[in-house]
């Protein structure tokens, strides 16, 4: 079974800020890596796919980056809305989908 | 507009059973590939069941034997029956459309409905 695993599992930020969430999967992934958001109560969203591929809609300050084993989700000013936590998810062993532990974006 | 409404939780004891239903809206659910993915509460995402559109299922390891996924494509609608439930299957329970644009992942979730198994 790949395993994904993301650091940091929580960090504190500040509106502004340019806050990266890291992602391993245990083995070769090519670029079938998704990134979901998650707000307290509700459904997870979707923000990128293929890696690095936007979903419509999305702003465009979500940007992720990688192939193979690490990925990066990097948000590039951080709004008072994207507090949030953030789970990636590898679709390489489909149809089992893998998510990663998640990372608890926090205001500073 | 895509929608998804799961509904079917709540509180059942343990060895009970109960099935999940998730109507969709906007799009075929028998022309898709459709997922039930689980959440315990304060954690993470676990997947737990598939079905193609071409109607194989597939299962996680932790409810192999005990779930079925189905749909029901006069009603547009997906099911879960869960079977022999435990403790360590309380959790919410999404029901999500996949797609295979760029790799696999889920495109549209439903809002998710609470599964409590407790004596």
């Known amino acids: 079974d790949i395993q994904m695993t993301q650091s940091p599992s929580s960090v504190s930020a500040s509106v502004g800020d340019r806050v990266t969430i890291t992602c391993r999967a245990s083995q070769g992934i090519s670029n079938w890596l998704a990134w979901y958001q998650q707000k307290p109560g509700k459904a997870p969203k979707l923000l990128i796919y293929?890696?690095?591929s936007l979903q419509s809609g999305v702003p465009s300050r979500f940007s992720g980056s990688g192939s193979g084993t690490d990925f990066t989700l990097t948000i590039s000013s951080l709004q008072p809305e994207d507090f949030a936590t953030y789970y990636c998810q590898q679709g390489n062993s489909f149809p089992a989908l893998t998510f990663g532990g998640g990372t608890k974006v926090e205001i500073k | 507009e895509v929608q998804l409404v799961d509904s079917g939780g709540g509180l059942v004891q343990p060895g009970g059973s109960l099935r999940l239903s998730c109507a969709a809206s906007g799009f075929t659910v028998s022309s898709n590939y459709m997922t039930w993915v689980r959440q315990a509460p304060g954690k993470g995402l676990e997947w737990v069941s598939v079905?193609?559109?071409?109607?194989?299922?597939y299962y996680a390891d932790s409810v192999k034997g005990r779930f079925t996924i189905s749909r029901d494509n006069s009603k547009n609608t997906l099911y879960l029956q869960m079977n022999s439930l435990r403790a360590e299957d309380t959790a919410v329970y999404y029901c999500a459309r996949v797609s295979g644009s760029s790799g696999w992942h889920i495109d549209n979730w439903g809002q998710g409905t609470l599964v409590t198994v407790s004596s």
């Open positions: 293929g890696a690095s």
């Open positions: 079905i193609y559109s071409g109607g194989n299922t």
